[in-house]
Nanobody
Framework: QVQLVESGGGLVQVGGSLRLSCAAS????????MGWYRQAPGKQRELVAT???????NYADSVKGRFTISRDNAKNTVFLQMSVLKPEDAALYYC?????????????WGQGTQVTVSS
């Protein structure tokens, strides 16, 4: 079983920056897409950004131009650089990893890291 451990969350002022990291507990075979989702209180979990195995990225419209996702395949790690943070970015951020191995696909989620944006 793969465990994902997020870090880098915290309290930041409006307009500030944070960098989230998510590392797998062990080497992942068939590592495919990686990404970040978030969930604010009373709202559904939503996609923030994903990055494919080849580096193709996808962002929610609300974060385009402010957030950057990247990955280090050798370390099974995905990052989310967040800049110009807004109050509406405050949420619990979850790391996501998809694997495709031997014809089977699996999804893994981290426990979440809290991002709080103060005005």
């Amino acid at each position: 079983q793969v465990q994902l451990v997020e870090s880098g969350g915290g309290l930041v002022q409006v307009g500030g920056s944070l960098r989230l990291s998510c590392a797998a507990s062990r080497r992942i075979l068939g590592l495919n897409a990686m990404g970040w989702y978030r969930q604010a209180p009373g709202k559904q979990r939503e996609l923030v950004a994903t990055i494919g195995s080849g580096g193709t990225t996808n962002y929610a419209d609300s974060v385009k131009g402010r957030f950057t996702i990247s990955r280090d395949n050798a370390k099974n790690t995905v990052f989310l650089q967040m800049s110009v943070l807004k109050p509406e970015d405050a949420a619990l951020y979850y790391c996501y990893v998809q694997t495709v191995w031997m014809g089977s696909s699996s999804d893994y989620w981290g426990q979440g890291t809290q991002v709080t944006v103060s005005s």
